[in-house]
């Protein structure tokens, strides 16, 4: 007999899905903020004897670059990717009815690219930006099929919840093996090691094998897909085709359509801050005595720590107040962030910004899927295009968020200024979340 296949809305099923992000998770945090970015400052910042930075230049292709402008470009290079696979792919998963093995072709693909991080150096630089920039692939191509299948497990009344369940699962596993690569870094001579180099890259293969093994119980429940029709060649664009189609669709839901360009803006900002906060905490802040590796992964520890109270919180508030309220107030706090952001320079500023941010990260990434999931029409049936239509819009975002803090800090060799940037993409998006029912998405 073959296993049975979980009903929607049971817990089993819920449960298994959220799962997922304790999986795929330490990705975000080791990879995307903590450790690499660490790592990699170390490898191409020249500091003194004192410990100031006296060189941040890289050279990559015969160009010479500053180091924050040469990974943002990558970066934003894989977004764009990242973009162009989403509608490619999702829209022959829906077809196919197979998503689930495209969820794990992205999974193994970030999970092995992970592992190759661990032969990342200068001398075959180019072979550690190929696996960084595959390990975002894999990542977020993987989130494009995960994301829909929220409302394919779950009715509109279990959604916040439980995609509230899954970022707080997310963190809580995250943290677990963050903690584990700290106290191997941290404790080299202890483990028997010469130095930080060796653990610090043994974490990429540990983030690679979590990953992986984790996300095999996601699987196991996660069901399949209805298949409807064979794969053919004419249905290779079908995903380019039902974007156009679903955008015609958005068109008419002046609710979603107000909502989608509201997500647009402010979710430009929230995805390029988490992913460059390191790189602003490596070179901008004044570490003085404290090591400034230590500081960086226990500010990162405590965003992910205080993220599962946010994310809790802003799902108690969402059910009281409203999804579109709650997001108003969450970009109104982000606001007053990237200004006292602007300002720092301190460890301590640092960490109670870190502070705040975990507050809010968590909920508003949550609230942001959960509540266009709740915009969507009740008769949609494909649903991994509604959310490819998403996650593209999500990516084209970062693309420009992250091109725009690359440019700056490459013509003013500081990435602070770009912290302003993000707080006009905030004050934006919450004028445009003023224009969306309040009751639609409720």
């Known amino acids: 007999m073959g296993k049975t296949i979980a009903a929607k809305g049971s817990k089993k099923l819920l449960n298994a899905w959220a799962f997922y992000d304790w999986a795929n998770s330490v990705y975000n945090l080791v990879i995307s903020s903590a450790v690499f970015p660490i790592f990699y400052?170390?490898?191409?910042?020249?500091?003194?004897?004192?410990?100031?930075?006296?060189?941040?230049?890289?050279?990559?292709?015969?160009?010479?670059?500053?180091?924050?402008?040469?990974?943002?470009?990558?970066?934003?290079?894989?977004?764009?990717?990242?973009?162009?696979?989403?509608?490619?792919?999702?829209?022959?998963?829906?077809?196919?009815?197979?998503?689930?093995?495209?969820?794990?072709?992205?999974?193994?693909?970030?999970?092995?690219?992970?592992?190759?991080?661990?032969?990342?150096?200068?001398?075959?630089?180019?072979?550690?930006l190929l696996c960084y920039f595959l390990a975002l692939i894999g990542f977020w191509g993987s989130i494009v099929f995960y994301n829909s299948y929220l409302p394919d497990i779950a009715f509109p009344e279990q959604q916040d919840s439980i995609s509230a369940k899954g970022y707080s699962l997310g963190y809580i596993g995250s943290v677990i093996l963050l903690v584990i690569c700290l106290v191997m870094i941290l404790g080299y001579e202890t483990f028997g090691f010469e130095d930080e180099g060796l653990p610090t890259r043994l974490s990429f293969i540990l983030t690679g094998l979590w990953w992986i093994g984790f996300s095999q119980y996601t699987y196991y429940h996660l069901p399949k897909g209805n298949k409807k029709e064979s794969f053919t060649?004419?249905?290779?664009?079908?995903?380019?085709?039902?974007?156009?189609?679903?955008?015609?669709?958005?068109?008419?839901?002046?609710?979603?359509?107000?909502?989608?360009?509201?997500?647009?803006?402010?979710?430009?900002?929230?995805?390029?801050?988490?992913?460059?906060?390191?790189?602003?905490?490596?070179?901008?802040?004044?570490?003085?005595?404290?090591?400034?590796?230590?500081?960086?992964?226990?500010?990162?520890?405590?965003?992910?720590?205080?993220a599962i109270l946010g994310a809790y919180l802003t799902s108690r508030a969402s059910g009281k107040f409203g999804n579109i309220k709650t997001l108003m107030v969450l970009n109104f706090i982000w606001i007053v962030i990237c200004t006292f952001a602007y300002f720092i320079t301190t460890p301590m500023e640092f960490y109670i910004t870190a502070a705040v941010v975990g507050l809010v990260m968590g909920g508003i990434q949550a609230l942001s899927r959960s509540t266009y999931s709740k915009l969507l029409p009740d008769d949609a049936i494909d649903t991994t295009s509604y959310f490819s239509f998403y996650d593209v819009s999500e990516k084209i975002g970062i693309v420009i968020?992250?091109?725009?803090?690359?440019?700056?800090?490459?013509?003013?060799?500081?990435?602070?200024?770009?912290?302003?940037?993000?707080?006009?993409?905030?004050?934006?998006?919450?004028?445009?979340?003023?224009?969306?029912?309040?009751?639609?998405?409720?």
């Not at 040469?70 to 196919?96: E, H, K, N, Q, R």
């Not at 664009?237 to 189609?245: A, I, W």
């Not at 800090?409 to 006009?424: C, D, E, L, P």
């Open 41 to 128: 400052g170390a490898l191409t910042l020249v500091k003194d004897a004192d410990g100031k930075v006296i060189s941040d230049r890289v050279q990559f292709l015969g160009t010479d670059f500053n180091n924050d402008t040469l990974i943002s470009y990558v970066t934003a290079a894989a977004f764009l990717v990242v973009s162009f696979l989403s509608p490619l792919l999702s829209g022959i998963a829906d077809y196919v009815g197979n998503k689930k093995v495209f969820m794990k072709f992205f999974c193994y693909l970030g999970a092995i690219s992970c592992i190759g991080l661990f032969w990342f150096n200068m001398d075959f630089l180019w072979f550690g």
């Open 233 to 306: 060649k004419d249905l290779l664009f079908n995903g380019f085709r039902e974007l156009k189609s679903i955008w015609q669709k958005i068109k008419l839901n002046v609710p979603l359509k107000r909502y989608l360009g509201a997500f647009f803006v402010y979710s430009m900002a929230v995805q390029t801050i988490m992913l460059i906060a390191t790189y602003f905490g490596i070179e901008e802040l004044d570490w003085g005595e404290t090591n400034s590796t230590t500081g960086l992964i226990v500010s990162i520890l405590l965003i992910q720590i205080v």
């Open 401 to 442: 968020g992250m091109a725009c803090y690359g440019y700056v800090a490459q013509v003013t060799g500081s990435i602070r200024g770009s912290i302003i940037f993000f707080g006009i993409f905030f004050l934006v998006g919450l004028l445009l979340l003023t224009r969306v029912n309040k009751k639609a998405s409720n």
